[in-house]
């Protein structure tokens, strides 16, 4: 019953046609890669057949309504300091959602962890 509640909740306030719309999607994947010459069509298509299944909506609920994790992330990395976890830090300059400030930021706290801030980059700095 909560999840039938969460799936017309989503319908209903984030408006799944429009967030599975073809045209949204490509928005999205314009701001994820820098280089918008990137052929991203192979992903593109398997994003809108991903849409269309029957549990899409269900499972994109149970993300957006998980709460929220056991440890911060402040409280992840200080573990990782603790246990000598390694760190590298890396950034897509053109990011539009996780700005390099916030590297920086982790950087200070992490003074001997690599730092790369590359470009042009979005989202996606592995691609």
Known sequence: M???YCMSLISYVFGWQKISDPETIAKVLKQVYAD???KVDEFFAWILETTKHPATVATFASIMFAPQGQLSFKEALSG???NNVPVCLMYGKEDPWVKPIWGL?????FANAP???ISPAG????D
Do not use: D, G, I, P
């Not at 989202?123 to 592995?126: A, D, G, I």
């Open 2 to 4: 909560a999840l039938l």
């Open 36 to 38: 918008s010459t990137k």
């Open 80 to 82: 990782c300091q603790m």
């Open 105 to 109: 930021q982790v950087k200070r706290q």
């Open 115 to 117: 730092y790369y801030e």
């Open 123 to 126: 989202h996606c700095t592995h």
